[in-house]
């Protein structure tokens, strides 16, 4: 099993509707991440989390909201999907230091029509 | 404040030498890194380097960083078919994050 499990791995949907990404990992790391990925951007951080009691905006989180349910679980929820959110979506964790790098999740695309 | 920049797209023949090149502002980065993303996949880390180090060597792979000038490549030397990736290069922030470039599109000719 991967280190990092995202679901689903691609998702189209209508503007307006609500969505849920889910993010699970077996590393047994504190920290949790969600990340945007868009051509020639790189990736920019959503939100993330250090514990389970721990959450915090990065540098785009408008329209989107998080929940770390567990020390496992962090899912990313767009409240009223639109079309420019329409991107690669990656989960990613971390040790405590979080300085020997980052493990990804396989992503998932998601469309908004 | 933090940014990583690097080019958008290099292209190599293969059997020779490729070199990603990236700079980076945050002078107190302890460690820096380069991920690989295979199409369809998702970042996968190819190799670290902690900042009072100016080179590390891992078989294809030779990494230098020059703090002076904030500045760190990536040599894949002998370069195949598959290779053909997005490379990022990234930073640890003063916030304990890690902060990525916009990647380097590398394709092989023939």
């Known amino acids: 099993d991967a280190d990092v499990t995202q679901t689903p791995r691609n998702r189209i949907t209508k503007t307006g509707k609500r969505i849920m990404l889910e993010c699970s990992q077996t590393k047994g790391h504190d920290r949790m991440y969600w990340y945007r990925q868009d051509p020639g951007l790189g990736l920019r951080l959503i939100y993330y989390s250090f514990d389970v009691k721990d959450i915090n905006k990065g540098e785009i989180s408008d329209g989107y909201s998080v929940s770390r349910q567990a020390q496992a679980k962090f899912s990313l929820s767009l409240e009223s999907a639109i079309p420019n959110q329409t991107a690669l979506y990656f989960c990613?964790?971390?040790?405590?230091?979080?300085?020997?790098?980052?493990?990804f999740g396989s992503g998932t695309r998601l469309t908004v029509v | 404040g933090e940014d990583v920049e690097q080019s958008l797209f290099l292209s190599v023949r293969e059997g020779d030498s490729s070199v990603i090149n990236c700079t980076y502002t945050?002078?107190?980065?302890?460690?820096l890194y380069w991920y690989k993303q295979e199409p369809g996949a998702g970042l996968q880390l190819l190799t670290y380097?902690?900042?009072?180090?100016d080179m590390k060597q891992d078989q294809r792979l030779t990494v230098l960083l020059n703090k002076k000038d904030k500045h760190l490549s990536l040599r894949i030397a002998d370069t195949q078919t598959g290779d053909s990736a997005i490379y990022f290069c990234a930073e640890t922030s003063s916030a304990s994050k890690i902060i990525f470039g916009s990647g380097t599109r590398l394709s092989i000719r023939p």
């Open positions: 945050d002078s107190s980065s302890t460690y």
């Open positions: 380097i902690f900042s009072n180090m």
């Open positions: 990613a964790t971390s040790d405590q230091q979080g300085n020997y790098g980052y493990t």
